[in-house]
C-alpha cells in the first residue's frame, strides 16, 4: 500500500508560479513512475507530466517549456513546479505513482489561475 499526500495548490493570477508536492509513505520501494494529471470541469482527466525511476520526463504539448517535474527519491517525493501558468491551467491535480498493480492517485489539489 502507498499514500499520497498533496501539497501546493492555491489561487495565483495568470503568469504567476505555483510548486506542487506529492509525499509518497507506505509500501514506497515498490514505486516506478510518477506523476501529475488534471482534471478541470466538464473534461477527461489528463497527463500533465510524468518522471520514471530512471528521471526520464515526459510532458503534456500544452505545459511544455513551462512546468518543470522532479523527485526526490530519498524523500519519495515528486515535485510540479509550474511557471507562467494560464487561466486553462485551472484544475484539480492529482498525483499518481505508478507502481506493479493498480497505480495510485492522490486525493487532489485545486489550482485556479485567474485572468
Known amino acids: 500500500q502507498v499514500q499520497l499526500v498533496e501539497s501546493g495548490g492555491g489561487l495565483v493570477q495568470a503568469g504567476g508560479s505555483l510548486r506542487l508536492s506529492c509525499a509518497a509513505s507506505?509500501?514506497?520501494?515498490?514505486?516506478?513512475?510518477m506523476g501529475w494529471h488534471r482534471q478541470a470541469p466538464g473534461k477527461l482527466r489528463e497527463l500533465v507530466a510524468f518522471?520514471?525511476?530512471?528521471?526520464?520526463?515526459n510532458y503534456a504539448d500544452s505545459v511544455k517549456g513551462r512546468f518543470t517535474i522532479s523527485r526526490d527519491n530519498a524523500k519519495n517525493t515528486v515535485y510540479l513546479q509550474m511557471n507562467r501558468l494560464k487561466p486553462e491551467d485551472t484544475a484539480v491535480y492529482y498525483c499518481r505513482v505508478s507502481v506493479p498493480g493498480p497505480d495510485y492517485w492522490g486525493q487532489g489539489t485545486q489550482v485556479t489561475v485567474s485572468s
Open positions: 518522471i520514471t525511476s530512471d528521471s526520464t520526463t
Open positions: 507506505g509500501t514506497t520501494t515498490s514505486i516506478n513512475g
